[in-house]
């Protein structure tokens, strides 16, 4: 399926009331931005939704639309989706994670003459905004818990996507070794099935179809009550290579560290295959990414190096700790319990924090106390610390390893020095 190279601008269709709304989001933003309030996408999208509540579905209109839903991954997954979709066209993409309607609103409105919108989708309202933008592509990554007091359990998630996709006309790419994805986006029309992986499988024991206990010999997994199981996949991440539906091997070569990222690339590369986009050329774009919106990215403080790491729940944790350098490395960690982290912090307990046994670890943020509890109960030595700065004064030698969840993650990056 290729973009419409004769397709409109979505500016250029709207109506008075539309053109309105988007004057009046931007000005909204613009404001945010002069007070230091962040970018600004989300009240700019609250105003103009206000003012014409059908905006979202408005301009989208013209725009290939790709969604990317997920509860790990799909910010770096949009991004490796954008850079590798620019080789059929320009894109517009809300890179900044502003996921929920808000703020896709804002990004899209902002398309000017794009082709494609690549958009990542908070999972509780992949349904709305797959509605309102007749997305042509849509990503289904994985499914963990997440945010216990806000988000559903996660096989009830699972439904709303079931029941809320059942009759999308959009491509759908989804992760076949992930039970819960796969019963999502089985009542889907046209599937991709990717062989992306799922290390962290504590949320995919019981069987989304009966309820019936899953059996998982090496990477495949079946119900023997109902027969549901895994799908043969079309497209397979096989060490450092994405194997096509052909058979052909391409090789990966970011500079995004960890398997998950390898698992990102490998189903972008079947995103976009979609459009016509060749895999090799896909991956070789997928080359430039550094860092997304912050991850990754090495910073300098008080002259020490330190690694920032997002994970915001116990399968982003997992993954995260296949990333840190060996012991003794340094680590610090840090989380809150704000509204956007989710306040119920029971997760903690669900997090393998025995493997830093023997990192020196540093503890902050609003809820480091709890996490405290949880490091002691571990058997990991730890020192409780008010700030980053604090933390590399009293750290030994070595790069440290800063791992904070969503709004920690935020705070720390307002806190540290210039990237390198």
């Given at each position: 399926?290729?973009?419409?190279?004769?397709?409109?601008?979505?500016?250029?269709?709207?109506n008075?009331?539309?053109?309105?709304?988007?004057?009046?989001?931007k000005?909204?933003?613009?404001?945010?931005r002069?007070?230091g309030r962040?970018?600004?996408?989300?009240?700019?999208g609250?105003?103009?939704?206000?003012?014409d509540?059908d905006l979202?579905r408005?301009?989208?209109?013209?725009?290939?639309?790709?969604?990317?839903s997920?509860?790990?991954?799909?910010?770096?997954?949009?991004?490796l989706?954008?850079?590798?979709?620019?080789?059929?066209?320009?894109?517009v993409?809300?890179?900044l994670?502003?996921n929920?309607?808000?703020g896709i609103?804002?990004?899209l409105?902002?398309?000017?003459?794009?082709r494609?919108g690549?958009?990542?989708?908070?999972?509780?309202?992949?349904?709305?905004?797959?509605?309102?933008?007749?997305?042509?592509?849509i990503?289904?990554?994985?499914?963990?818990?997440d945010q216990?007091?806000r988000?559903?359990?996660?096989?009830?998630?699972?439904?709303?996507?079931?029941?809320?996709?059942?009759?999308t006309?959009?491509?759908?790419?989804?992760?076949?070794d992930?039970?819960l994805?796969?019963w999502?986006?089985?009542?889907?029309k046209?599937?991709i099935w990717?062989?992306?992986?799922?290390?962290?499988?504590?949320d995919?024991?019981?069987?989304?179809s009966c309820?019936?206990?899953?059996?998982?010999?090496?990477?495949?997994?079946?119900?023997?009550?109902?027969?549901?199981?895994?799908?043969?996949p079309h497209?397979?991440l096989?060490?450092?290579?994405?194997v096509?539906?052909q058979?052909?091997?391409?090789?990966i070569?970011?500079?995004?560290?960890?398997?998950?990222?390898?698992?990102?690339?490998?189903?972008?590369?079947?995103?976009?295959?979609?459009?016509?986009v060749?895999?090799?050329?896909?991956l070789?774009?997928?080359?430039?990414?550094?860092?997304v919106a912050?991850?990754?990215e090495?910073?300098?403080?008080?002259?020490?190096?330190?690694?920032?790491?997002?994970?915001k729940?116990?399968a982003?944790?997992l993954?995260?700790?296949s990333?840190i350098?060996?012991a003794p490395?340094?680590?610090?960690?840090?989380?809150n319990?704000?509204?956007?982290?989710?306040?119920?912090?029971?997760?903690?307990?669900?997090?393998?924090?025995e493997?830093?046994?023997?990192?020196?670890?540093?503890?902050m943020?609003?809820?480091?106390?709890d996490l405290?509890?949880?490091?002691e109960?571990?058997g990991?030595?730890?020192?409780?610390?008010?700030?980053?700065?604090q933390?590399?004064?009293?750290?030994?030698?070595?790069?440290?390893?800063?791992?904070?969840?969503?709004?920690?993650?935020?705070?720390?990056r307002?806190?540290?020095?210039t990237?390198n």
């Amino acid at each position: 399926m290729s973009a419409h190279p004769d397709s409109a601008a979505p500016s250029a269709s709207l109506n008075a009331r539309a053109k309105l709304a988007v004057t009046a989001g931007k000005a909204a933003a613009a404001v945010s931005r002069a007070a230091g309030r962040g970018s600004g996408s989300v009240i700019g999208g609250r105003v103009a939704l206000k003012l014409d509540p059908d905006l979202l579905r408005r301009v989208s209109e013209g725009l290939d639309v790709v969604l990317v839903s997920a509860t790990n991954g799909k910010t770096t997954t949009t991004r490796l989706i954008a850079e590798a979709l620019k080789a059929a066209g320009p894109v517009v993409s809300n890179a900044l994670g502003a996921n929920m309607p808000a703020g896709i609103t804002s990004a899209l409105a902002d398309s000017g003459e794009a082709r494609f919108g690549v958009i990542e989708v908070d999972e509780k309202y992949l349904n709305m905004v797959a509605r309102d933008t007749n997305p042509k592509a849509i990503a289904l990554l994985n499914l963990s818990r997440d945010q216990l007091d806000r988000s559903s359990e996660t096989r009830m998630l699972a439904e709303k996507w079931r029941e809320g996709l059942a009759g999308t006309e959009a491509v759908v790419i989804a992760n076949a070794d992930d039970p819960l994805v796969t019963w999502a986006a089985s009542s889907c029309k046209k599937v991709i099935w990717v062989a992306a992986g799922q290390a962290y499988k504590e949320d995919a024991w019981s069987c989304p179809s009966c309820g019936g206990v899953m059996q998982r010999p090496d990477e495949e997994w079946f119900c023997p009550s109902c027969g549901f199981r895994r799908p043969q996949p079309h497209w397979a991440l096989q060490g450092e290579f994405v194997v096509d539906p052909q058979g052909n091997p391409w090789p990966i070569r970011l500079q995004l560290p960890g398997r998950a990222n390898l698992s990102n690339a490998t189903s972008t590369a079947a995103v976009v295959s979609v459009f016509g986009v060749h895999p090799q050329i896909a991956l070789q774009r997928m080359e430039s990414v550094q860092a997304v919106a912050g991850r990754y990215e090495s910073v300098l403080v008080n002259g020490r190096e330190v690694r920032l790491l997002l994970a915001k729940n116990p399968a982003g944790w997992l993954e995260t700790f296949s990333l840190i350098d060996p012991a003794p490395a340094p680590v610090v960690l840090s989380v809150n319990a704000l509204s956007a982290d989710g306040t119920d912090t029971s997760w903690l307990w669900d997090v393998d924090y025995e493997r830093l046994v023997g990192h020196p670890v540093f503890v902050m943020g609003q809820r480091k106390l709890d996490l405290a509890v949880r490091l002691e109960v571990a058997g990991v030595q730890f020192q409780v610390v008010d700030s980053i700065q604090q933390a590399v004064a009293m750290a030994p030698q070595g790069r440290i390893e800063a791992i904070a969840n969503y709004t920690a993650f935020q705070q720390l990056r307002r806190d540290v020095a210039t990237p390198n």
